[in-house]
């Protein structure tokens, strides 16, 4: 049981913090409106706004609905000091969607104890962006535990980097604050969601850092997410949107929450290695 509350815990933070609309009130008596949402819906959506504020990018997920009744979900959320919370890698988690009117259901089979259902009333929908209604339900065992509701905007995004970001970059400065790469790094993103970090030496040689068990990420539309974990030491995260790759260039930039509440941004530029 203490696993499936894991289970439960990290779902709770996926979908609290990354589905794709958001809660209003509405008239229940008020005529359903006409949104085509089984066309329009169609599309890679990202998280841009939780409760009226721009959301954090450790905190964005991508859902992609490939049909009205096919889609997936992209999100990475660390594991916090509370060891009950556990955390979640979800690189393009199945969802079953269902459409009927101004409602959007999305089912996510997280393990074979629990689903996390999305219950959506879409208020506005455009080519750009969408606003609505959400209530999650977390269900173990054929029993809803937990129900929650939030606000959120999406925005739709045209493009996906997952293929150009594959190659050997090294970087070319970090600004706005402090991150777990500095201005001292190589990355080689591989094909297969693994990568291999390199720094410079006193020699001026780049050498592979060789003390990390593993390093994977994933990128899906704009959002990119790594975690790696050194000899000895917990998993670490970081998540970066990724804002162009072109010309042999590409630059990353991420929002960024303190412990007080208060955002910073910062960016990254990066040089291809040919």
């Known amino acids: 049981m203490k696993k499936i509350l894991n289970w439960v815990l990290a779902a709770i933070l996926i979908c609290g913090a990354s589905v794709f609309t958001a809660c209003s009130s509405n008239d229940d008596n008020a005529a359903t ?7 329009k819906i169609i599309g890679k959506w990202i998280l841009a706004e939780t409760n009226g504020k721009p959301t954090p990018t450790n905190h964005k997920y991508v ?18 000091a509370d060891t009950e919370i556990s955390a979640f890698w979800g690189d393009r988690q199945e969802v079953d969607v269902a459409i009927s009117g101004d409602m959007v259901k999305n089912t996510m089979v997280i393990n074979e104890h629990l689903t996390v259902v999305d219950d959506m009333k879409v208020t506005s929908i455009t080519d750009s962006d969408t606003w609505g209604g ?10 809803v535990i937990k129900t929650a509701e939030e606000s959120i905007r999406t925005v739709k995004v045209t493009a996906d980097y997952s293929a150009a970001i594959v190659g050997l970059w090294e970087c070319q400065g970090i600004t706005g ?16 969601g693994s990568y291999n970090f390199y720094r410079k030496d006193d020699g001026g040689q780049w050498q ?3 003390t990390r068990e593993f390093q994977n990420y994933f990128v899906d539309g704009t959002l990119l997410a790594t975690r790696w974990k050194n000899q000895g030491e917990e998993i670490a995260y970081e998540w970066w949107e990724i804002s ?19 955002t910073f941004q910062q960016s990254v530029k990066w040089t291809k290695v040919n």
Do not use: C, H
């Open 63 to 80: 859902i992609t609905f490939a049909s009205p009744t096919k889609g997936y979900l992209s999100a990475s959320l660390k594991t916090y």
């Open 134 to 143: 959400l209530k999650v339900s977390w269900i173990v065992d054929g029993t």
């Open 244 to 262: 162009t790759v072109s010309g042999g260039q590409m630059q990353w930039n991420a929002l960024r929450q303190n412990v007080d509440g208060s």
């Open 177 to 192: 604050g402090e991150t777990n790469n500095d201005a001292n790094a190589r990355l080689e993103f591989l094909a297969d």
């Open 208 to 210: 592979a850092v060789t």
């Open 33 to 39: 409106p006409d949104l085509n949402l089984s066309e």
